[in-house]
C-alpha cells in the first residue's frame, strides 16, 4: 500500500514521491519568451514539492500539426537546447520532467481555426485514413474544414522518426522522460482507433496493427534517445456518441488490450483515459464555461477562431449541452485504471477529476482492510494548477491523517475556453483567486524545508 510521499520508479527514473502535474497547454510558443514563460508556468510545481511535471503537448514538426494556438515544437535542435533552463530549474527542486510529444493530425488548427487557415492556406491535415463520415459531414455543413493528406505508409515511417528525433533533443536538453500524447483525439488516438484508422497496410487492418505506429515510434525513440523512461496516455473512447451515429471506437477491453501489448513492446508506464472521438468535454467535463464565452475581451478572438459571430455561438451552444452530457465525475477514470493495473506490471497513472488528498489516498492505497488494490501507482491533476501554481505544498505531507486538503479548482472551465485564442491557461474565477490569496497569505502554498 503506497502513499502520497512514496517514491516511484517509472523505466529507471525515480520520482520522489507519487503527484505528478498532468499535461496542460502552456501557451509558450518558440518565440524569444518561449523559455522564460515554461519556466513560469511549470517550476511552482516543482516548487511545491509535486514528483513529476508533464510539459504538455509540444508538436514534433515546424509546420502543422497544432491542436491550439500557442503550442511549443521541438523540431528545431537550436531551440530545444535552450529548454535546458527549464530542465535543470525542475531539477534545482528535486523533481523530475518529462516533455509531452504530439501531433494533432485531423484534430489540428488547420481544421478548425478560420484564421489560421487563412494565414496558412498551404497546409493540409495530417490524416492516417479518409475522414470518418461523420467528420465530412460537418465539414459540409462549415463547421469544420477538411483538406486532409493521408499518409502513405513510408511518410508513417517518416512521422514516426520525427517522434524519436524528438524525443532525441528533449533528452539531450535535460528532459527525464518521453510522454506520448495518446490520446484527446491526436494522430497517436487516430492510429490506435477503429473510428479513424481504415488502412489496409501494416498500421491498420486490426486491433494489433493499428497499435504498429506505437510500435514504431517506441524503436524510433530507442534507437535515437537511448533507454529513456518512455509513457503514453491509452485511450478508451467511452464518452463517445452512441450507435448508430459511433458505432466503431475502443471500448475499456479494447483500451485494456492496448494497455497489456503496450507493456510488451517496451513502454515504461501507462496512463489509460477515457476520451471521445472528438474534441469535445468529455477531456475535461465540469461547469459551462459562462464567464469565458462572455468576456468582452475575448470576442473579437474568438470570432477570428471559429469564423464569425454565428459560428462562435453554436460553439457555445453545443459547449453548454456537452457540459450537461459529461457531468463531473471524481476521479472518472479510476474504473479503467484498476482494470488495465490487473493486467499490467508496469506503472499506472491515473488523472480526471482528482480533486483531494484522501481520495488520492484511496486510489494508491486500496481498501483500508486490503480487500481491494490499488486503483493505480501514481495520481496526477491538470487544471487545479491553473488555480494553484503551488498546490503541492497544501497536498503532500499532511500533518495528520485525518487532514484533508482539497483543491480550490471548481471545474468551471473558464480557464479552458480563451486557451482557443492562444490566451494563457489561468484561473479567471474571482472566488477562487481570493480563496488562494487568502492561502498565500497564511503561507500555505510554503514548503515546510522552505
Not at 103 to 119: D, I, K, N, P, V
Not at 378 to 403: D, H, Q
Request: net charge negative.
Amino acid at each position: 500500500m503506497a502513499s502520497l510521499e512514496d517514491p516511484l520508479e517509472i523505466g529507471g527514473m525515480t520520482v520522489p514521491n507519487r503527484l505528478y502535474r498532468a499535461p496542460l497547454l502552456e501557451c509558450a510558443g518558440n518565440g524569444p519568451d518561449a523559455v522564460d514563460a515554461l519556466i513560469d508556468d511549470l517550476e511552482p510545481a516543482a516548487a511545491s514539492g509535486i514528483g513529476l511535471i508533464c510539459q504538455g503537448a509540444t508538436i514534433v514538426r515546424g509546420d502543422g500539426g497544432c491542436a491550439a494556438p500557442g503550442m511549443t515544437r521541438v523540431h528545431d535542435p537550436a531551440f530545444v537546447s535552450r529548454l535546458s533552463r527549464l530542465t535543470d530549474r525542475i531539477h534545482d527542486h528535486g523533481s523530475r520532467i518529462v516533455v509531452q510529444l504530439e501531433h494533432g493530425g485531423l484534430r489540428s488548427m488547420e481544421t478548425w481555426h478560420a484564421q489560421y487557415r487563412e494565414e496558412h492556406p498551404g497546409l493540409e491535415q495530417l490524416a492516417v485514413s479518409e475522414p470518418p463520415w461523420q467528420l465530412r459531414l460537418l465539414d459540409r455543413l462549415g463547421f469544420l474544414e477538411y483538406d486532409p493528406h493521408v499518409l502513405t505508409t513510408a511518410e508513417v515511417y517518416e512521422l514516426a522518426a520525427d517522434f524519436g528525433r524528438a524525443a532525441a533533443r528533449a533528452v539531450d536538453a535535460g528532459y527525464d522522460g518521453v510522454h506520448l500524447a495518446g490520446a484527446n483525439m491526436g494522430i497517436v488516438q487516430q492510429f490506435l482507433s477503429p473510428f479513424y484508422n481504415r488502412r489496409d497496410d501494416e498500421f491498420g487492418g486490426s486491433p494489433e496493427a493499428r497499435l504498429q505506429f506505437l510500435a514504431v515510434v517506441h524503436d524510433e525513440i530507442r534507437d535515437r534517445a537511448g533507454d529513456v523512461p518512455l509513457l503514453t496516455k491509452v485511450p478508451a473512447e467511452t464518452p463517445a456518441p452512441p450507435a448508430p451515429v459511433v458505432r466503431r471506437k475502443l471500448s475499456l477491453e479494447d483500451g485494456v488490450e492496448i494497455a497489456r501489448r503496450l507493456e510488451k513492446i517496451g513502454y515504461d508506464a501507462v496512463v489509460p483515459v477515457q476520451t471521445s472521438v472528438v474534441w469535445d468535454m468529455s477531456i475535461v467535463r465540469g461547469e459551462y464555461p459562462e464567464r469565458a464565452w462572455t468576456n468582452e475581451g475575448l470576442q473579437a478572438e474568438y470570432d477570428a477562431a471559429f469564423g464569425g459571430a454565428a459560428r462562435k455561438r453554436l460553439v457555445s451552444i453545443a459547449n453548454r449541452v456537452q457540459s450537461l452530457q459529461y457531468d463531473f465525475e471524481p476521479a472518472w477514470n479510476a474504473d479503467f485504471c484498476r482494470r488495465v493495473r490487473e493486467q499490467v506490471s508496469i506503472p499506472v497513472l491515473a488523472e480526471g477529476g482528482i480533486r483531494e488528498r484522501a481520495q488520492m489516498d484511496r486510489l494508491l492505497g486500496g481498501s483500508s482492510g486490503g480487500d481491494e488494490p490499488p486503483t493505480c501507482d501514481m495520481v496526477g491533476m491538470a487544471r487545479p494548477f491553473y488555480a494553484e501554481p503551488r498546490l503541492g505544498a497544501r497536498l503532500l505531507e499532511t500533518e495528520s491523517e485525518t487532514e484533508n486538503p482539497r483543491v480550490l479548482c471548481e471545474s468551471c472551465n473558464n480557464c479552458t475556453v480563451p486557451q482557443v485564442t492562444g490566451a494563457p491557461g489561468i484561473c479567471r474565477t474571482p472566488a477562487v483567486l481570493r480563496k488562494r490569496g487568502d492561502l498565500e497569505r497564511e503561507g500555505a502554498y510554503e514548503r515546510p524545508e522552505s
